[in-house]
């Protein structure tokens, strides 16, 4: 079962903030998550592992509540480059190699 | 420069006709997966291989193919192709060490249309 992504969409003016979640219905060993402009290759962002930790990448970071089964994608005083549809990838305890991915969230930053 | 290509990156093609989707990894990677994505459904998992000649369904393995004969190689054949499996068609490969804690590379898509 795919996790689920909210919000499904959001836009946003630059400069400002946002963040997107995503919750899987079955126990996490991992999170992924991957931003994918339009008619591109989606591109890895950064990975989080059990055991609750944060962690950053330029001015986006994450978090992750493997109690809750919960990822959230923080994005800070976004950029038009930040633009395009995120993914959550959820690596499920016990599915050593099965990535799945979760619906999208289409962000897009404005003027 | 470490790369996963596809070829082709189009094709339109009609029901029945056998085709074949190539994909390579030039970074020895031991893993490789084939996702198709379509609006609203993001990335579904057809195939993946941990390593040669070790293959597994995905969630939507119905109606494709697969074979890992070499390490860097993972096509993806439509035996006969059908207007559902119309989609942008991604191949990845990632690492075998460190399992699901390894990022994936993916190719730049393959955007298949069956009339």
């Known amino acids: 079962q795919q996790p689920v992504q909210s919000p499904q969409a959001v836009i946003l003016r630059e400069g400002e903030d946002a963040v997107i979640n995503c919750s899987s219905s079955?126990?996490?060993?991992?999170v992924h998550w991957y931003r994918q402009k339009h008619g591109e290759a989606p591109v890895f962002l950064m990975i989080l592992l059990k055991g609750g930790e944060q962690k950053g990448h330029e001015k986006i970071s994450a978090s992750f509540n493997e109690k809750k089964q919960q990822s959230s994608l923080y994005l800070t005083a976004s950029q038009l480059s930040y633009s395009g549809t995120y993914f959550c990838?959820?690596?499920?305890?016990?599915?050593?190699?099965?990535?799945?991915f979760g619906t999208g969230t289409r962000l897009q930053v404005t003027l | 420069e470490a790369q996963v290509t596809q070829n082709p990156r189009y094709l339109i093609t009609v029901t029945g006709k056998k085709l074949t989707v190539t994909c390579s990894q030039n970074?020895?990677?031991?893993?490789m997966s084939w996702y198709r994505q379509d609006p609203g459904l993001g990335l579904r998992q057809i195939y993946y291989s941990m390593n040669v000649e070790v293959t597994d369904k995905g969630d939507v393995p119905e109606g494709y193919k697969v074979s890992r004969k070499e390490k860097r190689n993972f096509p993806l054949i439509l035996e006969s192709p059908s207007p559902n499996q119309t989609s942008l068609y991604f191949c990845?490969?990632?690492?075998?060490?460190?399992?699901?804690?390894?990022?994936?590379?993916f190719g730049d898509g393959t955007r298949l249309s069956i009339l």
């Open positions: 970074m020895n990677h031991e893993y």
């Open positions: 990845a490969s990632r690492t075998g060490t460190g399992g699901l804690g390894q990022p994936q590379h």
């Open positions: 990838g959820a690596g499920n305890t016990g599915t050593a190699s099965k990535l799945t």
């Open positions: 079955k126990a996490l060993y991992s």
